[in-house]
């Protein structure tokens, strides 16, 4: 199957032009500037209408809409052809993918949680036998890089270590947008904009 990444298009999403053709799109979060709901409404109606057999997103710190709404609201909302991933995962023609928003805690933004402990609740979640992890953040030390140093999760790098999903895909770090592989794991950031907040980066495309 033929995947494409992006992430954090922060309102910007109808700048996208000639998206590459694919069975799956993923989007790792930020659809939206400051998660009012018209702007996501216009992000949900974009997204559905993509030329792509399954479309899957989930949240980032920037989407309150989806932390500070009722769970029966957002349901309601989210268009049938399109999964919404939270601590949640869907599996497709034998391809397990698991979804969370959560991010290190920063400014008190959405889907903050404090490192160690509070943190960790979520990464447990992720089952063993994930093939593609989506997070909004990126583990420590892995493309998360800003100028005062390395701002990932701690905790969710163990995680990934332990299970070894085939893919892990995250945005977040516009700054740190690219590709890193070892011998279990490709790591995408996925993020579209730039630092600036401008379009600069393609979406990031796979195969599994």
């Not at 018209?38 to 479309?55: C, E, G, I, P, R």
């Not at 959405?110 to 909004?136: M, Q, V, Y």
Request: charge should be neutral.
């Amino acid at each position: 199957m033929k995947f494409i990444a992006l992430s954090d298009t922060h309102g910007k999403h109808r700048l996208l032009k000639n998206l590459p053709a694919a069975d799956v799109i993923i989007h790792a979060g930020d659809v939206s500037v400051n998660g009012y709901d018209h702007s996501v409404q216009d992000f949900l109606n974009w997204f559905s209408k993509l030329d792509y057999a399954h479309k899957i997103f989930i949240a980032g710190n920037h989407d309150r809409f989806f932390e500070d709404e009722p769970a029966g609201l957002i349901k309601r909302i989210i268009p049938d052809n399109v999964v919404y991933l939270n601590d949640s995962g869907i599996c497709i023609n034998g391809i397990n993918i698991w979804g969370s928003p959560i991010t290190p805690w920063f400014y008190n933004w959405a889907f903050n949680r404090e490192r160690g402990k509070d943190i960790s609740k979520h990464w447990k979640l992720i089952p063993a036998n994930t093939d593609i992890l989506i997070t909004h953040g990126p583990p420590y030390g892995i493309l998360d890089r800003v100028s005062h140093g390395h701002v990932g999760c701690e905790e969710l790098l163990k995680k990934v270590k332990s299970v070894k999903p085939r893919v892990h895909v995250f945005g977040h770090i516009h700054e740190a947008y690219g590709s890193f592989e070892n011998k279990n794991t490709r790591f995408i950031n996925a993020s579209v904009l730039d630092n600036e907040y401008d379009l600069k980066n393609p979406p990031v495309e796979f195969m599994l």
